[in-house]
T-cell receptor
């Protein structure tokens, strides 16, 4: 149980284009989902907290217009990297918490490469 | 404020020998603590969690951790390392308020030698 999927697992795009990453909780409902970014050989950096039916809460220093988050249902959150640039290349990981629980279950991650 | 410190960035053990990954935390209240494992280019998998029940927590794949309040520690152990244990391990403390954001340690890379 408590499986989280991400799609796509890999994406390569040209600079200036937008990329959407999906995060789904497959066997539970998640009121809250989290989006992280991980640089090589580093820990995870929280970008934003996504709450179903309301606006996402962004961490300090994260541009909300650059990283658009939508949490339209209890099983799906999306992260859109708008006008991507090479510096946005990274490993993006989402997590989801079953409603009312504090344990986060992580997706397998999405590797983004912007050329 | 809460924080978590992983004392070793790299640990090397021989296959079949014990594993000890150290984690210390700081919290003004009784925390929830977690250990996650990350294999290369993968997401994080929950190994075990402490949520104020038994202080000795057993997890998956033979791992366990002991919550020691007096030492503010939550070290991860395994009696006998396997090659497949080679990965990055993260100690995490959860904030108790609001949306239960995680505070991550910097990670410990475990290498298992044949």
């Amino acid at each position: 149980g408590a499986v989280v999927s991400q799609h796509p697992s890999w994406v390569i795009c040209k600079s200036g284009t937008s990329v959407k990453i999906e995060c789904r909780s497959l066997d539970f409902q998640a009121t809250t989902m989290f989006w992280y970014r991980q640089f090589p050989k580093q820990s995870l950096m929280l970008m934003a907290t996504s709450n179903e039916g309301s606006k996402a809460t962004y961490e300090q220093g994260v541009e909300k217009d650059k990283f658009l988050i939508n949490h339209a249902s209890l099983t799906l959150s999306t992260l859109t990297v708008t006008s991507a640039h090479p510096e946005d290349s990274s490993f993006y990981i989402c997590s989801a918490s079953p409603s009312g629980q504090e344990t986060q279950y992580f997706g397998p991650g999405t590797r983004l490469l912007v050329l | 404020a809460q924080s978590v410190t992983q004392l070793d960035s790299h640990v090397s053990v021989s296959e079949g020998t014990p594993v000890l990954l150290r984690c210390n935390y700081s919290s003004s209240y009784s925390p929830s603590l977690f250990w996650y494992v990350q294999h290369p280019n993968k997401g994080l998998q929950l190994l075990l969690k402490y949520t104020s029940a038994a202080t000795l927590v057993k997890g998956i794949n033979g791992f366990e951790a002991e919550f020691k309040k007096s030492e503010t520690s939550f070290h991860l152990t395994k009696p006998s390392a396997h090659m497949s244990d080679a990965a990055e391990y993260f100690c995490v403390v959860s904030r108790a308020s609001g949306t239960y954001k995680y505070i991550f340690g910097t990670g410990t890379r475990l290498k298992v030698l044949a």
